[in-house]
């Protein structure tokens, strides 16, 4: 069935760092990909989003490219804040079930120090 | 803004216990969900709806049960809580023929079960 690899965490660096959080997947048929986040205390939040093949998501300095070659959405930011310290979520939604029924990753931990 | 409410945030029960937990959406959204959120493991499908008095099985829903007797709730129903089950619950809701429109989560419940 499809699923979704991200690296484990925490992922910690100083402000102003450059991040990268690696997410590859498997699915058959082409699916859509998400960025989620989830701030302390809250629930998810979408981030960003791609839907096929060399679509780039972007939002608040974030950005993931969708690799159909390398089967990665890898998510980057060239500077992180304080508050951009959250759980991130990569997952993948498929066409055939209306990109409802998302498939999660186990989640990345970031934590930014001033 | 869809807002997706959730009854309690933090929720103690006995093992044995019948738990139910409350969700309420304002956007006249048809699919309704329930997650598990656990620590290295992500979030885990429960059940879902995509219409009054409809739900289906996710990946996990061995121990639960669900009840959708209007549009706008979802409940979910732990039979006789065992400790397992001591966890983090999202609710998120979704509109029929959504395409790409993103999950909308609500600030999740945190069970224990002592």
């Known amino acids: 069935g499809d699923s979704v690899t991200q690296m484990e965490g925490p992922v910690t660096l100083s402000e102003e760092a450059f991040l990268t959080i690696n997410c590859t997947y498997t699915?058959?048929?082409?699916?859509?990909l998400f960025w989620y986040v989830q701030y302390p205390g809250e629930g998810l939040q979408l981030l960003l989003k791609a839907t096929k093949a060399d679509d780039k998501g972007s939002n608040k300095g974030f950005e993931a490219t969708y690799r159909k070659e390398t089967t990665s959405f890898h998510l980057e930011k060239g500077s992180v804040q304080v508050s951009d310290s959250a759980v991130y979520f990569c997952?993948?939604?498929?066409?055939?079930?209306?990109?409802?029924?998302?498939?999660f990753g186990t989640g990345t931990r970031l934590l930014v120090s001033p | 803004d869809v807002k997706v409410t959730q009854s309690s945030r933090y929720l103690v029960k006995r093992t044995g216990e019948k738990v139910f937990l409350e969700c309420v959406q304002d956007?006249?959204?048809?699919?309704m969900f329930w997650y598990r959120q656990d620590p290295g493991l992500g979030l885990r499908l429960i059940y879902f709806?995509?219409?009054?008095?409809?739900?289906e099985k996710g990946d996990i829903p061995e121990g639960y049960s669900v009840s959708r007797e209007k549009k706008e709730r979802f409940s979910l129903i732990l039979e006789s809580a065992s400790t397992n089950q001591t966890s983090m619950y999202l609710c998120a809701s979704y509109p029929a023929g959504g395409g790409n429109s993103p999950l909308h989560f609500g600030n999740g419940t945190r069970l224990t079960v002592t």
């Open positions: 956007m006249d959204h048809e699919n």
């Open positions: 709806s995509y219409d009054v008095k409809m739900k």
């Open positions: 699915a058959t048929g082409y699916p859509s």
């Open positions: 997952a993948l939604g498929s066409r055939d079930t209306g990109f409802q029924k998302l498939v």
